[in-house]
């Protein structure tokens, strides 16, 4: 990715307070994620039966949930779920989505139309209706939710770069490629996608976000990551019930959650003005 | 059409008058001195021209004339004399009043400056509200007339079109037009026929030349092609890197270029510029 | 002779209406025919719409025509994609922006398997000191480089490809006259350099009397007048010629 972002690039991010901001959060979320174990003062699933419903602390500084599990813990590898699980359904739809926006923008026509109007048919669709019947059918497990929200993702990564290809298609230095003799996949893999690829990362990026909340909405109802894996999302279906003794189990998940999708969005912001 | 004729001096009223005028501009951390003290005059009645590449600092110069400069850049220093006030003295308003009125533009893509979204008609009654505050029919009347000078034919169709609609030569006679509804005393070209095609490039300049005669006004024609120079100009300014490296009558240019910038640029247009 | 061209016919369909049942149609060929014989230079004239750059595009099969044929020598075309190049009018469109220069001219040289992976930094080098670049252009982006640097890069890349026929479409038109020349006289070094056969289209008469050997004269889509270039200048036939003749005077 560093390359699609040329050199001087490093410069202009200085000037790029959001940009600054948002790697920042993001990249202390991921340390804490990938150092998870190091992180944590408990292992996450470890009972303390002394210490039930816990406020925040010196021993525990987050506070204990109603079966004395330290709180902070949990976020940490709660965050190991939240981060893998956006970034890889945004994956799975960025890809889907190049593909199959490259293909209708090339090669338009017919397998545009096609394309195109089978991205308009699941945009009708109410994405967390479908990804909830789906998940009322096949068994909620960390791996279908990833899958299930990259398949109904790929829409807007698909129509960005097919815009994007339309326009870029007629511009002279592609033809030039063509004149030289590259091949069609050599023309949309090494000039279209790096020169368009700009609106496709700031959508993936605000999509990351989009999955993190879509799967700690399907967790809080009990459909995404289950019990005893920490999920800011199933962390929170215990402040359903402890919503006036406890706040620090609302407070805590659901501060992680905003400060995650905040960050990404200052990520989305700085890389906008990046590409100009 | 060549013009190299002197100009007798006694008879000669000094329209314009650039005294050491510097322009500088910021590009990101860089200042850059786009002119660095530039003499120039124009002529009651003269055609001058303003020979240069890209780069030499003409078209900034030329902006710079009536202050209508990007946000960028700023006048440094100089005097602009005209008809005998120093126009960097003036207040925004007495410079609205110049602009338009005394002196007037055309630009090189006449479609991209005008306004897409109004009929030709519109835009030209617009502008002869502005300045001659006339009432919207005396206004239409008046921009069908100015129609009418700079030749165009099929005038209530060109009324009611919009720019997109007209060729790029067709649009430049609008802009002309427009351009003279206020009868300024000065009209400032900038490469007005680069992009049109080499037909309707003759057709403008004739059209110029021929207006000029009839309204009195005089030309600053600022161009990279000496050609048009040869065509149309009593003088010629050579531009080179911010600077005025020769000044001439036309003929002497080309017959005694002094500069070497000078000389590589008729050089070229021995090679290339004429057949 | 390199390429015969044989009735060639373009015709543009705008489709209006919802249901794109009506169709605006133009015209931009209508049956030009020509031989172009080998090491030589055709001048391609005309004004805007004549179809001189749709006619460009064809030959190079950029655009397909309505009808008609264009026929290769095979003699001297047998690779096509090698060895019929062309050089666009806009230097600032023509390079891809988010490659090195270096990787732009590694494109043709891979393509076509010209050289080595070994060698191809050498012959990369090799190129732009024959377009006048020095070899620290290649690290660079074109963003980085004037109008006319990029037109000798965008050359550079063509003649990589060791072409036989390069079609140049307004190549110096939106360079300065000073940088016109310098560039004209390259595109005669090369052409003798490396044997070449060039297309020039242009719209400057005076470009094309300092080139061509050959001139097609086009307008509005068919070819109005064509002559030696001596010819032309001297005896212009036809009334259009002429007028162009006329207004570059």
């Known amino acids: 990715m560093l390359m699609l972002i040329r050199g001087s690039a490093i410069n202009e991010m200085r ?43 010196p021993k525990h500084w987050l506070g204990t949930d109603s079966l004395g599990r330290d709180l902070f813990s949990r976020l940490v590898y709660g965050s190991r779920i939240s981060l893998s699980i956006g970034i890889i359904a945004m994956g799975i739809a960025t890809f889907l989505g190049l593909l199959l926006g490259a293909w209708a923008g090339f090669y338009g026509k017919f397998s545009d139309t096609l394309i195109m109007r089978f991205a308009d048919i699941m945009l009708c ?57 590259a091949t069609d996949a050599r023309i949309i893999i090494r000039h279209l996608i790096p020169n368009a690829i700009g609106p496709v990362l700031v959508n993936a990026t605000l999509g990351i976000a989009g999955a993190i909340l879509l799967e700690s909405g399907l967790s809080f109802l009990g459909l995404g990551v289950q019990p005893p894996i920490p999920s800011w999302g199933n962390i929170l279906i215990e402040s359903k019930s402890t919503l006036g003794i406890a706040w620090w189990i609302t407070l805590f998940p659901g501060l992680a959650i905003l400060v995650t999708i905040l960050g990404f969005n200052f990520i989305a912001e700085g890389l906008k003005k990046v590409i100009g | 059409m060549s013009q190299g004729h002197k100009v007798t001096g006694k008879s000669m009223e000094r329209l314009l008058e650039v005294k050491n005028l510097k322009v500088d501009f910021q590009l990101e951390k860089q200042l850059i001195h786009a002119v660095m003290g530039v003499d120039l005059s124009v002529n009651k009645n003269e055609t001058v021209v303003l020979a240069g590449e890209s780069g030499s600092g003409k078209t900034i110069t030329a902006l710079a004339l009536t202050r209508i400069l990007p946000p960028n850049a700023s006048i440094v220093s100089g005097e602009i004399i005209f008809k005998g006030n120093n126009i960097l003295d003036f207040n925004p308003k007495q410079m609205s009043g110049v602009r338009g009125k005394n002196i007037a533009y055309v630009f090189q893509e006449p479609t991209s400056y005008l306004n897409p979204v109004y009929t030709i008609g519109d835009q030209i009654a617009e502008v002869i509200i502005l300045h001659q505050k006339l009432q919207r029919r005396e206004a239409q009347a008046r921009a069908r007339e100015l129609l009418e000078q700079v030749k165009i034919n099929d005038l ?8 997109h609609q007209l060729s790029g030569g067709m649009n430049q006679r609008v802009f002309i037009a427009m351009s003279l509804a206020c009868q300024p005393d000065l009209l400032i070209a900038d490469e007005p026929t680069t992009s049109l095609d080499v037909t309707i490039e003759a057709q403008i300049l004739k059209l110029l030349l ?12 600022i161009t990279h092609n000496l050609a048009i120079a040869r065509k149309i100009s009593h003088r010629v300014y050579v531009m080179y890197q911010g600077k005025v490296v020769e000044e001439a009558l036309t003929s002497e240019i080309f017959d005694h270029p002094k500069h070497f910038h000078t000389q590589e640029l008729i050089a070229a247009y021995q090679k290339i510029g004429k057949i | 002779m390199i390429l015969q061209a044989k009735d060639i016919s373009k015709e543009f369909k705008v489709e209006k209406g919802m249901f794109k049942a009506e169709a605006e149609r133009t015209l931009a060929l209508d049956k030009v025919s020509f031989i172009l014989e080998e090491f030589t230079t055709l001048g391609l004239v005309g004004e805007s719409g004549s179809g001189k750059t749709t006619l460009a595009k064809i030959i190079l099969g950029l655009v397909e025509q309505s009808s008609g044929e264009i026929i290769f020598n ?53 190129l732009l000191k024959t377009v006048g670049l020095d070899e620290s252009a290649l690290e660079r982006y074109p963003s980085q480089f004037s109008g006319g640097q990029r037109q000798r890069i965008c050359i550079a890349r063509s ?75 001297a005896n212009p036939r036809q009334e259009y010629t002429r007028e162009l003749l006329q207004a570059a005077k």
Request: aromatic share 8%; charged share 20%.
């Open chain 1, 15 to 57: 000037k790029n307070p959001y940009l600054i901001v948002g790697i920042i959060i993001i990249g202390i979320l991921s340390l804490a994620a990938i150092l998870a174990p190091l992180v944590s003062p408990y292992d996450p699933s470890l009972i303390d039966s002394q210490g039930l419903l816990m406020p925040p602390s």
């Open chain 1, 125 to 181: 669709f109410p994405t967390f209706f479908l990804i909830l019947a789906v998940v009322a059918i096949l068994e909620p497990s960390i791996y279908n939710i990833m899958i299930i929200i990259g398949l109904t993702s790929w829409m807007g990564p698909a129509r960005l770069i097919r815009g994007e290809i339309l326009s870029l298609k007629e511009r002279e230095f592609i033809q030039a490629e063509r004149a030289l003799g």
């Open chain 2, 156 to 163: 209530d169709r060109v009324l009611t079109s919009y720019p």
């Open chain 2, 210 to 221: 021929e207006l000029k005669e009839k309204l009195g006004f005089s030309l600053l024609f």
């Open chain 3, 74 to 126: 095979p003699e001297f075309i047998q690779n096509f994609r090698k060895d019929v190049q062309i050089i666009f009018q806009n230097p600032y469109n023509s390079l891809d922006p988010k490659m090195r220069i270096k990787d732009a001219l590694y494109e043709p040289l891979v393509i076509h398997k010209m050289c080595s992976r070994a060698s191809l930094k050498a012959r990369a080098e090799e």
């Open chain 3, 159 to 233: 003649i990589a490809c060791e072409p036989k026929l390069l079609v140049l479409d307004e190549p110096i038109s939106s360079l300065d006259l000073t940088i016109q020349a310098k560039l004209l006289d390259l595109f005669l070094e090369l052409k003798s350099k490396f044997n070449l056969t060039y297309i020039f289209i242009s719209h400057n008469l005076g470009v094309i009397k300092y080139l061509a050997d050959k001139v097609m004269v086009m307008r509005n889509g068919r070819v109005v007048e064509e002559a030696s270039s001596s010819e032309i200048f």
